[in-house]
């Protein structure tokens, strides 16, 4: 008798940056579908650019990274991103990502810097999920669906938004207090947009190659 297909373990995510072309990735964070968590800071070594201390509380000074006021621990990148594959390989069963807005942006980033740092992104994270459009098409009543708008019609507490984790939870508990109202499950709700992981390697790939020195 064939054994059942294993459904892959869903991990809700987030980074924050720099600036919007993300120059530079200052927390990865995520928390699977059973309450695991990862978050880790990243050392930009370089000041950030004042809107981004506006938005995040994050800012540089004399080679620490701080977060309104607080000295943060960080890391170099290179480091963050080993350790982000080595918890996401940790699991030992196939991860679905799921970003808000992360076609457009969390995915490629997060992809084009394994493939800058040179590290080979985890094989068993198959695909990506992009939960922005699933709400756009399935929550057509509300006006906007940025996370705290998201937050706020499905009853659920942001207080710390644009901090990697607790974009990354409140994502997690939107989506699960969302498909309880609807006819439909957890999966086939972000199933609505997904893209394999290779489709986001593949394109990142050919812009560093054409960014290559000849």
Not at 7 to 31: G, H, R, V
Not at 93 to 104: A, W
Request: positive net charge.
């Amino acid at each position: 008798m064939a054994s059942a297909i294993e459904k892959p373990l869903l991990i809700y995510s987030d980074i924050e940056t720099d600036t919007f072309q993300a120059t530079k990735i200052l927390q990865i964070a995520a928390i699977t579908e059973n309450g695991d968590i990862f978050n880790v800071h990243l050392n930009p070594n370089t000041d950030l650019p004042l809107h981004c201390t506006n938005i995040t509380g994050l800012y540089f000074y004399r080679g620490n990274l701080y977060k309104n006021g607080r000295l943060v621990p960080s890391i170099p990148i290179k480091r963050g991103l080993r350790e982000f594959k080595r918890w996401l390989q940790s699991f030992n069963k196939p991860i679905h990502l799921i970003y808000h807005n992360g076609f457009s942006f969390d995915a490629k980033i997060i992809v084009k810097q394994f493939l800058k740092h040179s590290i080979k992104f985890p094989v068993n994270v198959l695909n990506i999920h992009d939960t922005l459009p699933a709400f756009r098409k399935e929550l057509v009543e509300i006006s906007d669906h940025r996370l705290a708008t998201l937050a706020k019609f499905n009853k659920i507490e942001l207080t710390n938004a644009h901090d990697a984790l607790a974009d990354s939870v409140a994502l997690k508990e939107i989506c699960e207090a969302f498909v309880k109202t609807k006819p439909i499950d957890i999966y086939d709700f972000l199933n609505l947009y997904v893209k394999p992981v290779d489709f986001f390697t593949k394109k990142e790939l050919e812009k560093l190659n054409k960014n290559e020195p000849k």
